[in-house]
């Protein structure tokens, strides 16, 4: 399916804060922080209503409060993309991050892509549209936030899919846009652009910097 011009041209990103009230992000929270999702683990090829078999599988793997709230999230963040990328949707992609505190003050950055077409083909293929929801800690955290590099700087950047140090990825000023972990903060962003997690530097034993991911993409994944 080709994508919208605008929207696989131009880098963009969007904040949303409160996209989760501080009780439901809390809640989550406890659910999310021992259960942990790999990338491309799920695709959800339903993008308006999912099916039974849908609903079936995301029960083998999540409890019945973890579904429900996987349903309601993907129909509303599907709601919150631009037109064109709503109009273009198959389904999503999701997964979970878990992270403590970091020692190093490198970052890895990268694009999201069809990481199977990656290894097969070398071939970098983005989804339409990445989005991060923060679910906490509430408290206790410092570092952590998600840059997204905006197309200029990127391309002085050079290539991806490697750490850089903070502060070189800090320096590029305009160039980057950061966003700090709120709880119930949803970023959205432009599919192909690079982006990765600031160090963590502080963070108190037992709650990690948890993050529920969904990417959406205009075909099925890992084919």
């Not at 999912?50 to 999540?62: E, K, N, Y």
């Not at 999201?112 to 077409?117: C, H, I, K, R, V």
């Given at each position: 399916?080709?994508?919208?011009?605008?929207?696989?041209?131009?880098s963009?990103?969007?904040?949303?804060?409160?996209?989760?009230?501080?009780?439901?992000?809390?809640?989550?929270?406890?659910?999310?922080?021992?259960?942990?999702?790999?990338?491309?683990?799920?695709?959800?090829?339903?993008?308006?209503?999912?099916?039974?078999?849908?609903?079936r599988?995301?029960?083998?793997?999540?409890?019945?409060?973890?579904?429900?709230?996987?349903?309601?999230?993907?129909?509303?963040?599907?709601?919150?993309?631009?037109?064109?990328?709503?109009?273009?949707?198959?389904?999503?992609?999701?997964?979970?991050?878990?992270?403590?505190?970091?020692?190093?003050?490198?970052?890895?950055?990268?694009?999201?892509?069809?990481?199977?077409?990656?290894?097969?083909?070398?071939?970098?293929?983005?989804?339409?549209?990445?989005?991060?929801?923060?679910?906490?800690?509430?408290?206790?955290?410092?570092?952590?936030?998600?840059?997204?590099?905006?197309?200029?700087?990127?391309?002085a950047?050079?290539?991806?899919?490697?750490?850089?140090?903070?502060?070189?990825?800090?320096?590029?000023?305009?160039?980057?846009?950061?966003?700090?972990?709120?709880?119930?903060?949803?970023?959205?962003?432009?599919?192909?652009?690079?982006?990765?997690?600031?160090?963590?530097?502080?963070?108190?034993?037992?709650?990690?910097?948890?993050?529920?991911?969904?990417?959406?993409?205009?075909?099925?994944?890992?084919?």
């Amino acid at each position: 399916m080709k994508r919208d011009a605008e929207t696989a041209a131009r880098s963009w990103v969007a904040e949303r804060d409160g996209f989760l009230d501080p009780a439901t992000a809390a809640a989550l929270y406890e659910r999310f922080r021992d259960l942990r999702v790999d990338s491309a683990e799920f695709y959800i090829a339903e993008c308006d209503r999912l099916s039974p078999a849908s609903r079936r599988a995301l029960g083998r793997q999540f409890p019945p409060q973890v579904v429900d709230f996987l349903i309601r999230h993907l129909g509303r963040l599907l709601e919150a993309a631009p037109p064109a990328i709503r109009a273009a949707a198959h389904g999503f992609e999701i997964w979970t991050s878990h992270v403590g505190k970091v020692e190093e003050s490198h970052s890895y950055v990268h694009i999201d892509n069809d990481e199977a077409l990656r290894a097969r083909t070398g071939n970098v293929r983005p989804p339409l549209m990445g989005s991060v929801l923060y679910l906490g800690p509430a408290a206790g955290l410092a570092g952590g936030e998600t840059y997204f590099i905006h197309d200029a700087a990127a391309e002085a950047l050079g290539p991806v899919f490697r750490f850089f140090d903070w502060a070189e990825l800090s320096a590029l000023g305009p160039g980057i846009h950061v966003t700090r972990p709120v709880p119930g903060r949803l970023a959205m962003f432009a599919g192909h652009m690079p982006h990765g997690q600031a160090p963590v530097t502080r963070v108190d034993l037992g709650a990690p910097r948890v993050v529920f991911l969904a990417n959406i993409w205009d075909a099925p994944i890992g084919c």
